[in-house]
């Protein structure tokens, strides 16, 4: 089975119980109000979640976008995702099977593109952003939230379908220029505390932003 097949058959396992792990809440709600903190959302904004699971950050920014693609390669995280749409009436956040290294483009252009936690899960993050940077329309915002370069302890050692132990924000940042995206910026949207064999590890996580120029 090839790392990926790993990756996918353990989210779609997850799914019904991922939004009850107190720890990826709080991520979420971090990363979201990062999103809302940083970049201007607007009602009308068509956006784009990559890697959406179950919604968790989607579902907390749709009162302030137009329309949300909500895309994950796992169809059992987006069938939970459908669920909880349907109860709370977020007919706005359309979710979709999406696997960019496999899949073509989807034919739309957002204004606004996020993604929390996947490009940890992804070989080959430089194709995947160049996709995404594709995807914004001139003028459009990129805004991606995953952890800063860490010890293997996030995932608690190795493990199929984690390609990165976090990454360099100088990197990212790097690559996203190099894609011509414009006003490139970092914070931290969120650390994640852990206990560890020495004591408490920190796991921060980063908001790198960037524009596609008009
Ligand atoms: C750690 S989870 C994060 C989910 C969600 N963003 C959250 O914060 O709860 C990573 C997600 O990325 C998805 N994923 C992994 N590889 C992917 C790929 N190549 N294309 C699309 N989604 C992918 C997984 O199915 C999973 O839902």
């Excluded at 009162?63 to 349907?86: F, N, Q, S, T, Y």
């Excluded at 560890?196 to 120029?213: E, Q, T, V």
């Amino acid at each position: 089975m090839t790392d990926a097949q790993a990756n996918l058959d353990r989210f779609n396992a997850m799914a019904a119980e991922w939004d009850d792990n107190p720890m990826r809440a709080g991520i979420a709600r971090a990363v979201a109000a990062a999103i809302a903190d940083t970049l201007p959302l607007r009602a009308d904004m068509q956006a784009l979640e990559y890697g959406c699971g179950t919604g968790l950050v989607s579902v907390l920014l749709a009162p302030r976008l137009g329309h949300i693609v909500a895309a994950d390669v796992a169809a059992a995280m987006l069938d939970v995702l459908d669920a909880k749409c349907h109860a709370a009436g977020l007919a706005h956040i359309e979710t979709r099977r999406l696997d960019l290294t496999a899949d073509p483009l989807p034919a739309e252009r957002f204004d606004i593109i996020f993604s929390s936690m996947t490009l940890h899960h992804i070989e080959d993050v430089p194709a995947v952003l160049q996709s995404l940077a594709g995807l914004l329309k001139p003028g459009g915002w990129l805004a991606l939230a995953d952890l800063d370069r860490e010890d293997g302890g996030f995932h608690g050692g190795p493990m199929p379908g984690v390609f990165h132990l976090g990454f360099e924000r100088a990197w990212v940042m790097d690559r996203l220029r190099t894609l011509g995206l414009a006003d490139v910026a970092a914070g931290t949207a969120h650390t994640v505390h852990r206990a560890a064999p020495g004591g408490d590890a920190a796991y921060p996580i980063f908001l790198i932003s960037a524009r596609r120029p008009v």
